[in-house]
């Protein structure tokens, strides 16, 4: 079974990196569910990176 990579673009991470600074969704969990993104480890990369 093939993996499928979603690829994200910079605005996107930038967009979702700002919101979780703000707190609007909460946990990093709710965050990825509200924006289907597959894992916190994705957001917590994009954190170190953007944030």
């Known amino acids: 079974m ?3 990579r979603v ?3 910079e605005a996107f991470k ?3 990196v700002e919101r979780v600074e703000r ?3 909460g946990s990093l969990n709710k965050v990825a569910k509200a ?3 597959g894992g916190m480890s994705t957001i917590a ?3 170190r ?3």
């Open 35 to 37: 924006y289907g993104i």
């Open 2 to 4: 093939a993996v499928t």
């Open 45 to 47: 990369q994009w954190i």
């Open 14 to 16: 930038r967009q979702v």
């Open 49 to 51: 990176k953007y944030g």
């Open 7 to 9: 690829r994200y673009s």
């Open 23 to 25: 707190g609007d969704h």
